[in-house]
């Protein structure tokens, strides 16, 4: 009896001990608060998009994404969608879902992302298994290349097939939104005026694959990088231009030395800020 009470109190403290420094992440509100899952959670059952912005090779992360889209659906319909799934690419990516081609012919005929069996395949098989829509939303990457060396201008020859994969053209553009302007800064300049407008692109194919497959009552939940949703901008932008009155909540991830609090820099960069120790496993 003595020993089992010893075990007891031995799994008790260890538990604890756990529950206040083991777990690898924090939330944070936009102004900086913490969050929990639980209240995180309660937030996108009543939105009707969530922008979930990663780092594409955080393990943690795609845990959560995982995590979050099987409990959202206990409460809401789905449909996803992914960046790193592009348009042309749907055909294949319906008939994975529908069981009529597997995993090995479906890295044939799609341009699958290195890490997609490790960080995305759960994803797209937990909709397979539920019978959840998964939508290609991004630009076919040949096409993104042609905007980076000819601006839009260059999209104007593409034939009506590979226009049915991007945003309806013309395709709206603020060169001075925050994230375009530092994307330049960062690159001092390299790739000109035309390198926003290649992520602008992006950005813009996503809202629209988006917008065009939301259905009344469900949640769309998009992965994509945080790049692509930080700073309620990129896609959010041009959603908004789609429907001003939609309820778009936004995932951030940062990666800190230390996560009990958020760095000052991190304020304000979405609706939910998911910090990760900066030594965390990468999946590539």
């Given at each position: 009896?003595?020993k089992i ?10 538990t ?48 959560l ?8 659906s ?20 319906n ?16 341009r699958?992302?290195?890490n997609?069996?490790t ?9 397979k ?20 060396k000819?601006?839009?201008d260059?999209l ?13 053209l ?10 375009y ?8 300049g390299h ?6 407008k ?9 809202g ?7 259905e ?7 992965y994509n ?10 896609i959010?932008?041009y ?7 939609l ?8 990666e ?9 820099d ?19």
């Open positions: 009896m003595k009470r010893i075990t007891s109190v031995f799994i008790l403290f260890t604890l001990i756990f529950a206040q420094n083991g777990i690898p992440y924090k939330i944070f509100s936009a102004k900086s608060k913490k969050i929990s899952y639980k209240k995180m959670l309660k937030k996108i059952h009543k939105a009707d998009i969530v922008l979930f912005g990663e780092h594409h090779n955080n393990s943690i992360i795609h845990w994404q995982l995590a979050v889209t099987k409990d959202a206990k409460n809401r319909e789905l449909t996803l969608g992914a960046e790193m799934l592009e348009a042309d690419n749907q055909k294949p990516l008939d994975y879902l529908a069981g009529k081609i597997d995993e090995k012919a479906l890295d044939t005929l799609a699958l992302w290195k997609f069996k960080d995305y395949k759960p994803l797209v098989d937990f909709a298994e539920n019978a959840i829509k998964f939508i290609a939303t991004n630009i076919p990457r040949r096409n993104a290349k042609i905007v980076f000819k601006g839009f260059g104007n020859s593409l034939s009506d097939k590979e226009k049915s994969w991007i945003a309806p013309p395709i709206a553009y603020d060169k001075n939104l925050p994230g302007v530092k994307m330049l800064e960062m690159m001092s790739g000109g005026e035309n390198l926003p290649a992520q602008a692109i992006k950005d813009a194919t996503m629209y694959f988006i917008h065009k497959n939301l009344k009552g469900k949640l769309f939940i998009h990088g945080s790049y692509h949703s930080d700073n309620y901008e990129a959010g932008w959603l908004k231009r789609y429907n001003p009155d309820n778009i909540i936004t995932i951030s991830t940062v800190q030395i230390s996560i009990s609090k958020l760095n000052k991190h304020k304000n960069l979405a609706d939910f800020i998911i910090v990760v120790p900066k030594d965390m496993t990468k999946t590539y």
